[in-house]
């Protein structure tokens, strides 16, 4: 055991590792913040098609060659994420056969561009980096560690400033409504920020991984808190500290990063549905 | 001193008409009860009241002192709201909130407002529960207490009492009528007429035929009659 933390502190003298570290906890932060609100809305699905029409517009910033995607994949996801909960609003069914729709062809367009004009000698590697992470986190620059924080910072001060509203939003959006809330504004924002949070993520978990970070933590947290405020501070909590053991646990393993992380939350989930069970049998 | 006017509406969605030439007027202190049979506009003559949908035709003018937003609602409960964890007093306290002014946290009367109304609705003791725990009466409470923190003027209520039994049903009347006696008006959506004659003091009949005034005019109808199935004059 002591070994193993010998290891570690070795391994946090890297300037690299350490980037990992911080912007994995930051984007961690940020994608539980609006799980909650993901889950209860039945959004969940919508950060599942949005990673993909981000692997999408990946492969085209590849393609063309630019040296820093941000400029393609942020403008495109966050256009999606508007147009796709514009749709949900109006017709539940309509809007989940959209995010079908838009995903897939985005994750089929992404595959053929990169096959057509391959950007190195190895498509297949490149292609299971971009869907699952691998390394990318492990080779940011000290420019993407700060953008990525900038980011993250926004978003955490967006939602922070604007908790109330999204609150009620979600819970009651008619009332909210009634009251002489903008929730079209709300429900904008709240698309906008998720888009940044994907486009963040796909740096630490790969495209088809993003769901599970924002799903797992809130899920979790359900099943134990009861309040939306110890919901949110717990899902946050949860999802920046299984974040951390992932990431320990893959440099020192040597697993792929996503995955591990991804494994971590599910383990978490599991034991937070114990304890939910073992609380409500109590009760009776 | 009249609050609502609704002068010759028509009202619906873009593909067609629900309801046509409808005119009603609410003032201070009444009760009011919309009835009528299932698909005949009833939800979406509150959503229009509401400012959740335009009128397709005609006006609705608001009397003096009263502001868009001054509109209490109890709506139907949804299904997101039935697995939605949050406690009492997140869920009256977020009624305070309005569009007029952007304030991104509540003030110390805000919390006052809530606390008042949640004693007024006897839930004190249930403050830091779940909503989801609650029984159906105890929800319906909440959201009660949660419209008054948003008006202190006119209430809407739709159905409020679908889904609870016999015993709380009448509580909750009585803890309307209660509100109503303290010169909120009420709107009232409601399927159960012989409590819409009990408690209302007008009544607004809509579908096939459209019926307005109060609550004794209508029980001398024919409409009347046929609805609350006494066919001899009260």
């Known amino acids: 055991m002591i070994e193993a933390f010998q290891k570690l502190g070795q391994y946090m003298q890297f300037p690299f590792v350490r980037y990992a570290l911080i912007v994995g906890v930051l984007i961690a932060l940020c994608s539980s913040l609006l799980g909650v609100t993901l889950v209860l809305k039945r959004f969940s699905f919508i950060g599942d098609g949005l990673s993909h029409v981000a692997f999408g517009a990946m492969s085209v910033a590849a393609v063309v060659g630019l040296t820093n995607e941000m400029f393609i994949v942020m403008p495109v996801t966050v256009v999606s994420a508007i147009l796709l909960l514009r749709t949900g609003q109006n017709a539940r069914i309509k809007g989940d056969a959209s995010v079908a729709l838009i995903s897939v062809f985005a994750l089929a367009f992404g595959y053929l561009l990169m096959n057509l004009f391959p950007t190195s000698s190895n498509v297949s590697a490149d292609v299971c980096g971009t869907l699952f992470g691998s390394t990318s986190v492990l080779t940011l620059t000290e420019q993407e560690v700060w953008i990525s924080a900038g980011l993250s910072l926004v978003t955490v001060v967006v939602f922070v400033l604007f908790y109330n509203r999204i609150f009620a939003v979600t819970f009651d959006e008619n009332f909210s409504k009634a009251t002489g809330i903008r929730t079209n504004l709300y429900n904008l924002i709240i698309a906008v920020v998720i888009a940044v949070v994907i486009v963040l993520a796909m740096n630490l978990v790969g495209s088809l991984l993003i769901s599970a970070l924002i799903i797992f933590p809130a899920l979790s947290a359900m099943r134990v808190f009861k309040s939306f405020l110890s919901v949110t501070i717990c899902s946050a909590a949860l999802s920046v500290s299984t974040a951390l053991l992932g990431l320990f646990a893959s440099i020192m393993f040597g697993t792929p990063v996503g995955p591990t992380i991804v494994v971590a939350e599910a383990i978490a989930f599991a034991i937070f549905w114990i304890i939910g069970a073992a609380m409500g049998a109590k009760r009776k | ?234």
């Not at chain 2, 609050?3 to 009603?24: H, I, M, P, W």
């Not at chain 2, 709201?81 to 406690?87: E, L, T, Y």
């Open chain 2, 1 to 234: 001193m009249e609050q609502l006017r609704c002068n010759d509406l028509t009202l619906g969605y873009e593909n067609g008409a629900v309801v046509k030439n409808l005119s009603f007027s609410v003032s201070e202190g009444d009760y009011l009860a919309i009835v009528g049979e299932n698909g005949s506009g009833k939800t979406t003559l509150m959503k229009t009241l509401l400012g959740l949908l335009k009128p397709l035709g005609g006006e609705i003018e608001r009397g003096e002192g009263l502001r868009r937003f001054d509109v209490g609602y109890l709506p139907q409960q949804t299904l997101v709201q039935r697995d939605f964890p949050a406690s009492v007093w997140e869920v009256v306290l977020s009624g305070c909130l309005s569009g007029e002014k952007f304030r991104p946290f509540y003030t110390k009367e805000d919390r006052k407002k809530a606390r008042e109304n949640l004693e007024k609705m006897g839930l004190t003791a249930l403050k830091n529960r779940s909503y989801r725990e609650l029984s159906g009466g105890q929800q319906q409470r909440v959201l009660l207490a949660r419209a008054l923190c948003a008006t202190r003027k006119i209430l809407l209520l739709d159905e409020p009492v679908t889904g609870l039994d016999p015993r709380v049903t009448i509580e909750l009347y009585e803890l309307i009528r209660k509100l109503n006696d303290e010169g909120i008006t009420i709107i009232m959506i409601s399927h159960d007429v012989s409590a819409a004659v009990k408690y209302a003091n007008k009544i607004l009949h809509i579908g096939r035929q459209t019926f307005f005034g109060s609550v004794k005019e209508y029980l001398d109808s024919d409409l009347g009659k046929s609805f609350t199935g006494k066919e001899e004059s009260v």
